[in-house]
């Protein structure tokens, strides 16, 4: 899919060279594009607005008419011509680790001829762990905006509205589609999303994509350009916030205990060419956090008072981290062949290479068998590492089918659970299995006995085959984490990421005293992780009484030394920890609801989803398309945060004219029967909707049975020796049957809808 983005891409900007922007010399038109670069280039590094060009003869100045040569043929797949951006506005509010970010722009259709209308497409870039939230569109006469809905509404919506195109390009890129905007016309878009910011150093990184190619700068010199950042910190620790690096010339307007806030507004001659970057620290050196509380609101599916409870490592660099026990179980089945196998094979490897001398390693390859590189975990040492790295290019064939519990049990059996030492199972696993629940009851087994430190269980999916929420029901039975690389090509990357974060732990076995007394206590995930010191560590959850004053953390450092810290409680005013905490709590919850198979738990996580506005397992987006219309803010100005941060849903009213229904957005629960054909991560396919799956079995038919009567040889030699009247008949014949063709496929079609 990406790669038809980037070729439809690279068609509209040959397709962009028609446009005449005429001889007056303040304007200038945009610089070409070398058509030599890589294709990735063409994917959005920034909110990217794109006109979706079927037939090319609309493309023209709608100011200024070309008169140019009319361009026969239509554009399969659709041409994609990015449209120029006239302002752009970014505010991000950062809350601990998580940042909400607003981005409003305005973007004019300036490719397409004043009297013809296409369609746009809205691409999002989004940053670490990034989620839509919203998006709101305005276009003269109409304005659009989306909602999520629970699936039983999706059940009665499917028979009135009509599909659409939205959903994700890639993991972190968002697309959705306006339909008929009118050439020359200004859309004014505001997205909405969050995502997290990464942890390393004792520093927390912001990185909001914002690098703008140069063809999306309007052509006139005379064009005002603005743009405008405003960034709003709260930490919530209540200790000083310093600032260490920023790309943008940000300002600072205001700073408090733990909060910070900065501007920037500028006029310029070409849009931002860097992403957003923006990092700072809380110094310590060493492991400090607090509890912060908040009451629901009154629309609250759940009336139980909210706690998060964190954690910072603080400046680690001279702190001590766990020795390991590493147990990397890694598929080798059949669908893991290609480039996902050797990828997987380079991320194993330097993994590997990146263990200390005093940890402890083995590897087990599975299919529908087990490969075992040794009988027990032995040390890394150098010549160790090299026999396992030959051995994986030995034995890391792909074939066979999938089962999971065989080397996940054996690998339980491989730890030597030595002092001071923390076991970890490492699994890698494109496929989904039928015995899933199963293999989590016996994992849980394993972890109920009376050792100090029990194994840990550190998960990665590849690919949509896989079913994701049991390896985070796995990784949260283990105490462990989890990752995934939904393509191919960011597997060693999200390896190398959360192996270094399995490598860091630097407290364990933490567990919080002083709640006995509250009722209805219930805490996500139920089973504490580890502290990294590559990562903010958060526990959240409900509860009814009254929250002690303060309370303490207990642990295990990695010299067997106990851990015991006071955590002051306090009032959680100016951060919204209901839409902070919302994401992490509704991927643990539908976790929890796969595994139990509870429909009143599913019904509660939709609840959830609809009021914080994080897509979810159990609704959909939809897109409404309103006459009239609010208008979205101006680009240039941005807006006060509002006092309250809860999700308004949309009200449909009798103005809104068309619901469109949007793709599914979520990541499903796996596929068996694709894992047991062994089909490979990436080979889904979107399914085509009944008429086109009707026209195109009669379509398939009719040549089957063409190519029954004759074969390609005979019609070479037929027609070499063929005049050019006979030429002329036999193609008017063809014709002739084509037609006849297409009414039968017709019947049939009409007839596949009858009573729809």
Sequence with gaps: MADDFTKSVEDGLKLAKRIYFGKDRSVTPPKPVSMDKSSKSYLPTAPMVYAVIFDPAIVDNPDIPSYQPHVYGRCDPAALIPLQMNGIALEVDCYLDTAFVTLTGSWRVHCVMGSR????????????????????????????????????????????????????????????????????????????????????????????????????????????????????????????????????????????????????????????????????????????????????????VDQREMFCLYLFPGNQQTGKVFRKEVVFVVDISGSMRGKLLEDTKNALSAALSKLDSKDSFSIIAFNGEIFIFSSSVQLATKEAIENAIQWISMNFIAGGDTNILLPMNKAMELFSHSPGSIPIIFLITDGSVEDERHICDVMTSYLTNEESIHPRIYTFGIGLYCNHYFLKMLAMIGRGHYDAAYDANSIELRVERLFTRASSTVLAN??????????????????????????????????????????????????????????????????????????????????????????????????????????????????????????????????????????????????????????????????????????????????????????VKAASNCCAKMCGYCCCMCCIRMCTRMNDQCAIVLTQLCSALAILGCFSCAELCCSGQEGG
């Design 117 to 300: 209308s296409c369609d746009c497409r809205l691409a999002v870039p989004m940053g670490e762990q990034g989620s839509i939230l919203g998006v709101e569109v305005d276009v003269p006469r109409k304005s659009y905006c989306t909602q999520l809905i629970t699936m039983e509404e999706n059940k009665d919506m499917e028979k009135a509205s009509r599909a659409g195109d939205g959903g994700f390009l890639k993991p972190h890129i968002f697309t959705l589609t306006i339909p008929e905007v009118d050439g020359g016309s200004n859309l004014s878009i505001k997205v909405r999303w969050s995502q997290k910011l990464s942890y390393h150093d004792g520093q927390l990184t912001l990185i909001v994509p914002f690098h703008f190619p140069e063809y999306v700068t309007p052509a006139g010199k005379k064009v005002s350009k603005k743009e405008k950042i405003q960034l709003n910190v709260n930490c919530g620790t209540g200790m000083e916030v310093l600032c260490k690096k920023t790309s943008h010339p940000l300002k600072e307007i205001r700073r408090q205990v733990g909060k910070l806030s900065f501007s920037y507004e500028a006029e310029v001659l070409t849009w931002s060419s860097t992403d957003f970057t923006f990092s700072f620290s809380v110094p310590s050196s060493h492991i400090h956090g607090s509890v912060l509380l908040q009451s629901p609101s009154v629309h609250d």
């Design 510 to 695: 933490i567990t919080i005293d002083d709640l006995e007394d509250l009722d209805d206590f219930e805490v996500y995930p139920s089973h504490m992780p580890d502290l990294s010191s590559e990562s903010v560590w958060t526990v959240s959850g409900r509860y009814k009484g009254n929250f002690p004053d303060t309370i303490q953390a207990r642990g295990i450092f990695a010299d067997l030394n106990n851990f015991v810290t006071d955590l002051k409680v306090q009032k959680a005013k100016e951060i919204p920890l209901d839409r902070v905490l919302a994401k992490q709590q509704i991927i643990w919850l539908t976790a929890q609801a796969w595994f139990s198979e509870n429909k009143q738990l599913e019904e509660k996580i939709a609840e959830m989803s609809i009021q914080t506005g994080v897509i979810s397992e159990y609704t959909r987006m939809i897109l409404l398309e309103t006459q009239g219309g609010t208008q979205v803010s101006e680009p240039g100005r941005v807006q006060e945060p509002p006092k309250t941060m809860e999700y308004q849903r949309p009200v449909v009213d009798s103005k809104v004219q068309k619901i469109i229904l949007l793709q599914s957005l979520g990541v499903g629960f796996g596929n068996v029967n694709a894992t047991a054909e062994n089909y490979p991560p990436g080979s889904e396919e979107v399914k085509l909707p009944e008429a086109a799956e009707i026209f």
